[in-house]
Structures are given as structure tokens and as C-alpha cells.
T-cell receptor
Framework: GAGVSQTPSNKVTEKGKYVELRCDPISGHTALYWYRQSLGQGPEFLIYFQGTGAADDSGLPNDRFFAVRPEGSVSTLKIQRTERGDSAVYLC??????????????FGPGTRLTVL | GEDVEQSLFLSVREGDSSVINCTYTDSSSTYLYWYKQEPGAGLQLLTYIFSNMDMKQDQRLTVLLNKKDKHLSLRIADTQTGDSAIYFCAEIRPYQTGANNLFFGTGTRLTVIP
């Protein structure tokens, strides 16, 4: 597609439930990133994929958060036993080739997650 | 870790210049970025500057970099109502965990008054 797409655009769930958030990167982009943006804050890095593998998951807050990218394209961010503090906008970005120093990240519109 | 700092709000009149300031944290940052976020939209890359430069101009946008003070600014000339948005500066911290990942400031909400 023309840009990074994310589904759903909004997700409301109850505390303790499991949610999945999907990201479709720009075709041909090898790198994919997940960020979390809480109200009034800038995005915070969660995890980065190079191809199918999670090259850096240092930003995941705890083991309730997990992400996959099984075929090196679409990625799913999974949150188990959701908590109210997980409420935020989850942003996905992709870039062409992270080995280039001028590699640019292109962001999707985000998924707004609300945990009641 | 240390935070990238920005003022939260800025209001300007249409046609005036806007200057958005940012203090970043890592003197070894190679690239510094400005992103724009409009309501309901994703982050849009506006411009970036390499750390060996002190100024970059791109149409109405001028980026100034002061490495000594770790200060970055974005000037928007002839500000229009369509420029109303939140502006984020971001740095790459090459020697910290998450090398080459973006670290963002809190964002500056620019309001343009007609």
C-alpha cells in the first residue's frame, strides 16, 4: 500500500482481556517498529523487527507484551491481561533499510487502545 | 534515562514566524529529527539534520543545531493555520540500548491564530 496501515483504529477492551493490534508496513520495507504514545507524551520505543526477527525488544514494558512478524511483513502486537495503564495510542512505523544512516521511519495512524 | 525536552505550547498569529525549541540529551546523536502530528493522523517526518551541520533550510522550514548546548530549533516562516499541530523533536542515541531507535520529546502544540 501507499503507507503504513494499522488496524483497528480504535480498540476498547476490559481489564484482564487479551488484545491484538495489527500493522501493515510499506511494501518492501525490511524494518518495522512499534511505539507507544501515552496522552500528552511523545512516542516511546517498544520493539524493532529486522525481517522476521525481533532485533531489539528492550522497550517492551513487561512480559504481557509480545510482538511477531512471521513473514517479514505484517506485524501483530499482542497484549495479555490488559491493564488500565496500557491505554495509549500504539504506533507502528516501517523503514526501508536500517543499515543506511539516513534511513527514515514512516509512521502509521496508530491504534488507540482504551482499557476500561 | 534523560528526557528530550520541549515547551508544551506555542501560539502564533497567521503570517508570523514560529520557533519551536528542543533540548536533546545525547551529544553523540548522529541525526536529529522533527516530526509533525495532526489529530487522528500518524507522525509525519518534516525534516532532519545531520550532526555535522548547524543549519538546514527546506522551503518554509529552517532547522538550527547548537551541538555545544544540545539545542535544536525549528523555525516555520509565514505560519499558516494548516501548520497547527504537535511538533516532536527526536534523537537517535547510537551508544545506548535501542541504538538507532528514535527517542522523542514530549511535543510542542502549535496553535496558529487566524
Amino acid at each position: 500500500g501507499a503507507g503504513v496501515s494499522q488496524t483497528p483504529s480504535n480498540k476498547v477492551t476490559e481489564k484482564g482481556k487479551y488484545v491484538e493490534l495489527r500493522c501493515d508496513p510499506i511494501s518492501g520495507h525490511t524494518a518495522l517498529y512499534w511505539y507507544r504514545q501515552s496522552l500528552g507524551q511523545g512516542p516511546e520505543f517498544l520493539i524493532y523487527f529486522q525481517g522476521t526477527g525481533a532485533a531489539d525488544d528492550s522497550g517492551l514494558p513487561n512480559d504481557r507484551f509480545f510482538a511477531v512478524r512471521p513473514e517479514g511483513s505484517v506485524s501483530t502486537l499482542k497484549i495479555q491481561r490488559t491493564e488500565r495503564g496500557d491505554s495509549a495510542v500504539y504506533l507502528c512505523a516501517s523503514s526501508l533499510d536500517r543499515s543506511f544512516s539516513t534511513d527514515t521511519q514512516y509512521f502509521g495512524p496508530g491504534t488507540r487502545l482504551t482499557v476500561l | 534515562g534523560e528526557d528530550v525536552e520541549q515547551s508544551l505550547f506555542l501560539s502564533v498569529r497567521e503570517g508570523d514566524s514560529s520557533v519551536i525549541n528542543c533540548t536533546y540529551t545525547d551529544s553523540s546523536s548522529t541525526y536529529l529529527y522533527w516530526y509533525k502530528q495532526e489529530p487522528g493522523a500518524g507522525l509525519q517526518l518534516l525534516t532532519y539534520i545531520f550532526s555535522n551541520m548547524d543549519m538546514k533550510q527546506d522551503q518554509r522550514l529552517t532547522v538550527l543545531l547548537n551541538k555545544k548546548d544540545k539545542h535544536l530549533s525549528l523555525r516555520i516562516a509565514d505560519t499558516q493555520t494548516g501548520d497547527s499541530a504537535i511538533y516532536f523533536c527526536a534523537e537517535i542515541r547510537p551508544y545506548q540500548t535501542g541504538a538507532n531507535n528514535l527517542f522523542f520529546g514530549t511535543g510542542t502544540r502549535l496553535t496558529v491564530i487566524p
